[in-house]
């Protein structure tokens, strides 16, 4: 198994969550901006590809009967080591703590018979939108650990929105036989939530002074089982666990960034 190293450029936040406390952010609020960088040690892997064998005219390309897909779950740029789409978040944030505003809407797109964007946040008891811009049916499954959040046929170019409750990660997967669609939607209380880009780097703006925990998490990539029918046809995976490193305790005082450079290893 590999680790991810955390190059942190910051400090951030701790304190109980009140059960029941609804966070109010503000449209003005300024804070600190908290930046880091997440790397892979080591020489770049492969992306992990996945077959594809259906609706592959669109999936594919024109006059396709196949083509290996790139599930997203792990991206890592060659040139830099950078590791994309890591969450990084404040852990155990006190609700009542005034900060900056959620950023408006939620969406996420099928696109060539994959997800876009690969992880999302949408604000508890807001409305995700979901699309489908592609002219096949699919189905979007939502995973809220091994319940159902919701369960959505979507078979021509439309939208649906989804009004999400519960906090928690909603794993995406397709059941109309793309099965190497896989997304996530993290549906949050307070907007301290960000992803790496595609250089490994995040910014974590608005942060309020005081000490925080900060959280890096990564999705599990390395295929644990394969799932197939009686007649021999993959039906799924099943991947490893995700990767979430242990919290980390930083101190944000008033200022534009922080730029405290040290190294910490997701294992």
């Known amino acids: 198994m590999k680790t991810l190293i955390l190059v942190l450029a910051c400090m951030i936040g701790c304190a109980s969550v009140c059960l029941g406390q609804k966070y109010e952010g503000s449209e003005d609020f300024e804070g600190t901006t908290v930046t880091g960088r997440v790397v892979w040690p080591g020489d770049a892997p492969d ?3 996945l077959g594809a064998s259906k ?3 669109v999936c594919c390309g024109e006059g396709e009967t196949a083509c290996d897909k790139d599930s997203g779950r792990l991206t ?3 040139e830099n080591n950078g590791v994309k789409n ?3 978040y404040l852990a155990r944030y006190a609700l009542d703590t005034p900060g900056k505003a959620f950023e408006k809407g939620a969406e996420i797109n099928q696109l060539g018979c994959a997800y876009d964007p690969h992880v999302t946040f949408v604000q508890v008891g807001k409305k995700l939108v979901i699309r489908n811009s592609d002219d096949i049916l699919h189905n979007v499954h939502g ?4 319940d159902t959040a919701f369960n959505l046929a979507m078979p021509l170019p439309a939208a649906s929105k989804q009004k999400l409750k519960k906090p928690g990660r909603i794993e995406l997967r397709c059941d109309a036989g793309h099965t190497w669609m896989t997304a ?5 209380e307070h907007p301290y939530y960000t992803t790496t880009d595609a250089d490994g780097n995040f910014s974590l703006s608005g942060v309020p002074d005081g000490v925080y925990e900060l959280v890096v998490w990564h999705e599990g990539w390395e295929i644990v089982d394969t799932l197939e029918s009686s007649d021999g046809k993959v039906t799924g995976y099943v991947f490893s666990e995700p990767l979430e490193m242990e919290p ?6 008033a200022g534009e960034f922080f730029d405290l450079p040290a190294e910490i290893v997701l294992e």
């Open 184 to 188: 996530w939607v993290w549906v949050i």
């Open 76 to 78: 890592v740029n060659p």
């Open 55 to 57: 609706n592959t005219d």
């Open 47 to 49: 992306p992990l590809l």
């Open 143 to 146: 995973y809220l650990g091994n």
């Open 248 to 253: 980390v305790e930083i101190v944000v005082e």
């Open 86 to 88: 890591c969450v990084v």
